[in-house]
């Protein structure tokens, strides 16, 4: 009788733990950091626009290097990610 308690006992805390976990992730998650927006002002007209073009190049490099730099931050496990 102890026995069929005891697997019984064992079942119930291994369904448990499996719902807990396959829910666990929606229910734990952090909620998403807000977008954060930067402008800029720059010539694109007028006697200065080659300078404001590269400057707008430039702006446009720095994102991308950011967003890859972001997607490689996301790929570390948790207990090395940065907080």
Excluded: D, H, N, W
Aim: glycine share 6%; with cysteine.
């Amino acid at each position: 009788m102890k026995r069929r308690f005891a697997s019984m006992s064992l079942r119930i805390i291994v369904a448990t733990l499996m719902v807990v976990c396959s829910v666990g992730g929606s229910i734990f998650a952090a909620p998403p950091a807000p977008a954060v927006k930067i402008g800029v002002i720059f010539p694109l007209t007028g006697a200065a626009a080659a300078t404001g073009v590269k400057l707008k190049y430039a702006v446009e490099v720095a994102q991308e290097f950011a967003a890859i730099q972001l997607a490689a931050l996301r790929c570390l496990p948790p207990c090395l990610s940065r907080k």
